[in-house]
């Protein structure tokens, strides 16, 4: 209510003490001065009369009011100042802001600063990644090269090789070509060979004629083939029986007689089985040669000799007409059968021809002993003989050659 009180007091009085004071505001002052004299009259003279008579209270009260307004003044200089202060940090704001915005964009610029150092150093990366990829592929280039020249040098290999397999198929050509000729010779041969062998089984089952004397293979139908020596030089004679010098024991079995045995390039016997064959096969004629120790030779001759089998004991069944120098010493022992010391088919009882005369086709014994002992200078007892044609008693045969051949018709 006092606060209220001079605060209306103080807008009365202002107007007189106005003039000595520094007004910043002329609307008010003027107010003031225009109207107070006016609106206060007799009312306000007589209301301000103690006031003005107080005049050092009213000092103070001035006084006071002066410092009250000069606090005001203050307060509004200070407003004042507030208010630049506030300009200024208006303005201080605005370049702050504008700072900032500076700052931001320097940031900014920092940033893409940044950014484009990275960029720059992953440029650098690349450009060294470039170099590198650029360095591989200059070596991936110089082995590509070396590559290619391994492959030139192959493909040459491969053509030269093909050239050498080209050379190959020519020569297998060839060699079939050569095969094929060969295989025609040989089937060509095997084929004559074969017409050779019917050849043979029909030939060779005795001497040939008209051919060298020697050795010859004989195949009879149902034995192994042998050899025989033969003389085929005019007529193709078998040797079958043949004493030349007494190398050979002629002292032997039924079994050694059936199945041959000798020397068919000195004495022998070819065999009774063998001679029972050829000449069942077909007609043979006999012819045997006699020789002496002299030098002297004579034979004789038979024109169908044929020997029975095993079961008729090499029967002599056959032996033709007798013809020759040497005399008949044979024909009398025609259809005996073959004795051995061992098997005794002879005509005496108690007594075996063949144990003292030699194996032969014995009867009550025999005129021709050619299986006897074997005697060099002839001179024996109880040796070769030919009973025909002897002329001294211990005269005996140092050569015999006893050989068969088929009757020619
Ligand atoms: C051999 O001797 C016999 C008598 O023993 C005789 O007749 C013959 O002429 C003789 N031969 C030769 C070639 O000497
Ligand atoms: C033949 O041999 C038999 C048995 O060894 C013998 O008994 C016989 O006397 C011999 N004959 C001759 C002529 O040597
Ligand atoms: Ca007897």
Redesign the pocket.
């Known amino acids: 209510m006092l606060r209220l009180l001079s605060y209306l007091l103080g807008l009365l009085i202002f107007p007189s003490v106005q003039g000595g004071i520094a007004s910043n505001s002329k609307d008010q002052s003027m107010c003031v001065l225009q109207d107070a004299p006016q609106q206060c009259g007799s009312f306000c003279l007589a209301a301000l009369n103690p006031i003005f008579d107080d005049t050092d209270s009213m000092r103070t009260t001035l006084d006071e009011i002066k410092a009250e307004l000069k606090a005001g003044l203050d307060s509004r200089l200070k407003q004042e100042l507030k208010e630049d202060f506030a300009n200024s940090i208006q303005a201080l704001q605005t370049k702050l802001d504008a700072r900032l915005d500076r700052t931001e964009e320097l940031r900014m610029m920092k940033i893409t600063a940044d950014v484009n150092d990275d960029l720059k150093s992953q440029l650098n990366t690349l450009h060294d990644t470039i170099k590198h990829l650029q360095s591989q592929l200059k070596i991936s280039e110089g082995q590509i090269k070396s590559k290619e020249d391994i492959l030139k040098v192959k493909e040459e290999l491969i053509k030269s090789q093909h050239e050498h397999l080209k050379n190959r198929d020519e020569q297998i050509s060839d060699l079939r070509t050569e095969i094929n000729s060969i295989d025609n010779i040989k089937s060509e041969l095997s084929s004559q060979l074969s017409e050779l062998q019917k050849t043979d089984d029909i030939l060779h089952d005795s001497c040939p004629s008209d051919s060298p004397n020697g050795i010859y293979q004989i195949k009879l139908r149902g034995l192994e083939p042998f050899k025989v020596p033969c003389v085929s030089s005019t007529f193709g004679w078998t040797v079958i029986q043949r004493r030349i010098d007494g190398s050979e024991n002629f002292n032997r079995t039924w079994n050694d007689y059936k199945s041959g045995f000798g020397n068919v390039r000195g004495e022998f016997f070819i065999g009774l089985e063998k001679l029972h064959r050829m000449t069942e096969a077909r007609p043979h004629e006999l012819y045997i040669k006699l020789g002496?120790v002299?030098?002297?030779t004579s034979y004789a001759h038979y024109d169908d000799f044929k020997i029975g089998s095993e079961e008729e004991e090499y029967k002599l069944k056959n032996l033709g007409k007798y013809s020759g120098e040497a005399g008949d010493s044979l024909s009398d022992n025609k259809n005996q059968k073959f004795t051995t010391f061992d098997r005794d088919n002879d005509n005496i009882n108690d007594f075996n021809c063949a144990s003292t005369y030699g194996a032969w086709w014995h009867k009550a014994c025999s005129d021709s002993l050619l299986n006897a002992k074997y005697f060099k200078d002839g001179k024996g007892y109880r040796g070769i003989l030919w009973y025909s044609w002897q002329?001294?008693e211990d005269?005996l045969l140092t050569f015999v050659e006893m050989m068969i051949r088929p009757k020619s018709l």
């Open positions: 002496k002299n030098g002297s002329e001294n005269e």
